[in-house]
């Protein structure tokens, strides 16, 4: 079963701090994995993407690394800010499928002063 | 630019009334997308379209019917709506198919009672 799993479920940082999210997938066949961001009250956003071939990916304060054996990702956000407190969702796809996009739960992270 | 815009934002219904997500975005793509979010689970599926005139159900279709008309307006039509159906939509496209970059609306919170 295509399923994708994120850790923790929420998370709470000070601000300045870094952190680091989980994503585990069981999704076949890997297409790519998506980090989204999701403020509150607003639809995801698109933070980095991955594919097979592709282990680091940074986007400013945001790099996401894909571990495609172990089907692992994180993403890690550096220095942390106010602006960073939303909700963090890892998106496997599967190839050759329009609707096999699998959504993880997310992770919560609020940052605060 | 205005992306994918969504309308309306927030919506009570009575158990058994029908009603209208509307969805329109601007940028010519063919894909586009229904999702609902529950609390603490990844957004799911329910239709999706690869153009105009062409749709197909997702993972949670059950309720929902939509059309396409043109490549621009993408509507969800409920009918007998039940307390299930609380949830936040959300309408998204992308440009192709699977894993590419989706971009999303800014949400429908809809309750049912």
Same mark, same amino acid.
């Given at each position: 079963k295509n399923q994708v799993e994120q850790s923790p479920q929420s998370l709470i940082i000070l601000e300045g701090k870094n952190c680091t999210l989980q994503c585990n997938y069981t999704v076949s066949p890997f297409s790519n994995l998506r980090w989204y961001k999701q403020d509150t009250g607003r639809g995801p956003v698109s933070l980095t993407i991955m594919t097979f071939s592709e282990n680091t990916k940074s986007n400013g304060r945001y790099t996401a690394t894909l571990d495609a054996d172990t089907k692992q990702s994180s993403l890690h956000i550096t220095a $942390?800010?106010? $602006?960073?407190s939303a909700s963090y969702i890892c998106v496997v796809s599967a190839e050759g499928s329009y609707d096999k996009v699998i959504f993880g739960p997310g992770t919560s992270l609020s940052v605060i002063p | 630019n205005a992306g994918v815009t969504q309308t309306p934002k927030f919506r009570i219904l009575k158990i058994g009334q029908s009603m209208t997500l509307q969805c329109a975005q601007d940028m010519n793509h063919n894909y586009m997308y229904w999702y609902r979010q529950d609390p603490g689970m990844g957004l799911k599926l329910i239709y999706y379209s690869v153009g105009a005139g062409i749709t197909d159900k997702g993972e949670v279709p059950n309720g929902y019917n939509v059309s396409r008309s043109t490549t621009e307006d993408f509507p969800l039509r409920l009918e007998l709506a039940a307390p299930s159906q609380t949830s936040v939509y959300f309408c998204a496209s992308s440009y192709m198919a699977g894993g590419t970059e989706a971009f999303f609306g800014q949400g429908t919170r809809l309750t049912v009672v």
């Open positions: $942390s800010q106010l $602006s960073d | -």
